[in-house]
């Protein structure tokens, strides 16, 4: 399979255009995400149909909160990722792809599709699990069948991509989680050897786009978890991206590289009631029985709408439309529960 996004030079270098990084590959090389291969000038895909990892997962554990609450969503993932993320919680797939694939199975499109379609309760599929942006021309093909099928498409992503692979997706695609890891260029280079403003203006694009959008900011002590910092990006998220985008604080584990504590309770909290100053739907994850609000409540009338334990939630306030019962204010997509 060879990749969509790319230019050939005089040279024999390719240089890749999928995502902001730009590889310039020689022959016979790789560029940052190790999943593309400069063949005599045709830039290849080595891992086209590898899944690593594959669950039927409620959708709140993407986390979408506001994305068909209460159904569950087949769930597959890849190796690999355009990020080298030093705190990466998925790190074992993330952060590795195998160098010889000939013994893995290849599961097709159709398979995947297939798959979806026999489990109940399951409302589409999710890219998700590693950096679904490096399998590209894989999920993009998956999607177009899911779609075709009635299945909706949901992609977990770090939103490292290029404008116009973006806006491509957004034919197929239904709903985005984006994980914001920063607020400052400083930290995505050191950290993740990525750049922040590329993934700023990928949350503008799906913005723009229409589509359904949730973003999740992971809260590392003593790394992102700077209070000014912290609302500097909910000044961001208000203004660029709306008052209504729904934001998930996801409390950090010491993974990978990176071994500071995990996030007190405390600093969750405090960037949660910082954050409901100017964002009505805020939630807390990776916390179980935290006694901050993580039920979703109408912003216009202040009836309950959903309740939520773990990951399973109640819909108790919503029509069929999502909209609240109460004063008809539309806060979730929703088709049928």
Same mark, same amino acid.
């Given at each position: 399979?060879?990749? *969509?996004?790319?230019?050939?030079?005089?040279?024999?270098?390719?240089?890749?255009?999928?995502?902001?990084?730009?590889?310039?590959?020689?022959?016979?090389?790789?560029? +940052?995400?190790?999943?593309?291969?400069?063949?005599?000038?045709?830039? #290849?895909?080595?891992?086209?149909?590898?899944?690593?990892?594959?669950?039927?997962?409620?959708?709140?554990?993407?986390?979408?909160?506001? @994305?068909?609450?209460?159904?569950?969503?087949?769930?597959?993932?890849?190796?690999?990722?355009?990020?080298?993320?030093?705190?990466? *919680?998925?790190?074992?797939?993330?952060?590795?792809?195998?160098?010889?694939?000939?013994?893995?199975?290849?599961?097709?499109?159709?398979?995947?599709?297939?798959?979806?379609?026999?489990?109940?309760?399951?409302?589409?599929?999710?890219?998700?699990?590693?950096?679904?942006?490096?399998?590209?021309?894989?999920?993009?093909?998956?999607?177009?069948?899911?779609?075709?099928?009635?299945?909706?498409?949901?992609?977990?992503?770090?939103?490292?991509?290029?404008?116009?692979?973006?806006?491509?997706?957004?034919? @197929?695609?239904?709903? @985005?989680?984006?994980?914001?890891?920063?607020?400052?260029?400083?930290?995505?280079?050191?950290?993740?050897?990525?750049?922040?403003?590329?993934?700023?203006?990928?949350?503008?694009?799906?913005?723009?786009?229409?589509?359904?959008? #949730?973003?999740?900011?992971?809260?590392?002590?003593?790394?992102?978890?700077?209070?000014? #910092?912290?609302?500097?990006?909910?000044?961001?998220?208000?203004?660029?991206?709306?008052?209504?985008? +729904?934001?998930?604080?996801?409390?950090?584990?010491?993974?990978?590289?990176?071994?500071?504590?995990?996030?007190?309770?405390?600093?969750?909290?405090?960037?949660?009631?910082?954050?409901? *100053?100017?964002? *009505? @739907?805020?939630?807390?994850?990776?916390?179980?029985?935290?006694?901050? #609000?993580?039920?979703?409540?109408?912003?216009?009338?202040?009836?309950?709408?959903?309740?939520?334990?773990?990951?399973?939630?109640?819909?108790?306030?919503?029509?069929?439309?999502?909209?609240?019962?109460?004063?008809?204010?539309?806060?979730?997509?929703?088709?049928?529960?």
């Amino acid at each position: 399979m060879v990749s *969509q996004f790319y230019i050939k030079s005089d040279s024999g270098s390719v240089e890749c255009q999928l995502c902001p990084h730009l590889c310039k590959i020689k022959n016979e090389r790789v560029g +940052v995400c190790s999943t593309r291969i400069n063949r005599n000038g045709l830039l #290849e895909l080595t891992q086209w149909g590898v899944i690593a990892s594959s669950s039927l997962d409620p959708i709140e554990k993407k986390p979408l909160y506001h @994305f068909f609450p209460g159904k569950m969503i087949y769930s597959i993932g890849g190796f690999g990722c355009n990020l080298r993320c030093s705190f990466c *919680q998925n790190y074992e797939i993330s952060q590795y792809v195998p160098q010889n694939i000939d013994s893995l199975r290849i599961v097709s499109p159709k398979e995947v599709v297939m798959k979806a379609k026999i489990h109940p309760n399951n409302i589409g599929i999710a890219y998700t699990y590693n950096e679904p942006t490096i399998s590209y021309e894989y999920i993009l093909e998956v999607a177009k069948i899911a779609k075709l099928d009635g299945l909706k498409n949901v992609m977990v992503s770090n939103g490292y991509i290029n404008k116009e692979p973006l806006s491509v997706l957004f034919e @197929f695609m239904d709903a @985005f989680n984006i994980d914001l890891k920063a607020f400052t260029d400083n930290f995505y280079r050191k950290y993740t050897g990525g750049r922040l403003q590329p993934v700023l203006e990928s949350l503008k694009e799906i913005r723009k786009s229409g589509k359904h959008l #949730e973003v999740t900011f992971l809260v590392i002590p003593n790394l992102n978890d700077n209070m000014d #910092e912290a609302k500097s990006m909910i000044d961001w998220i208000a203004s660029e991206l709306g008052e209504f985008t +729904v934001l998930h604080l996801s409390r950090y584990h010491p993974a990978h590289l990176v071994y500071n504590p995990i996030t007190p309770i405390e600093t969750l909290t405090n960037i949660y009631h910082l954050a409901k *100053q100017k964002l *009505q @739907f805020v939630y807390i994850g990776n916390v179980p029985n935290i006694e901050v #609000e993580n039920n979703t409540i109408c912003p216009k009338c202040g009836n309950v709408l959903i309740n939520r334990a773990g990951f399973y939630s109640s819909l108790v306030g919503l029509n069929s439309d999502g909209c609240c019962i109460n004063c008809g204010f539309s806060v979730v997509t929703i088709e049928e529960f």
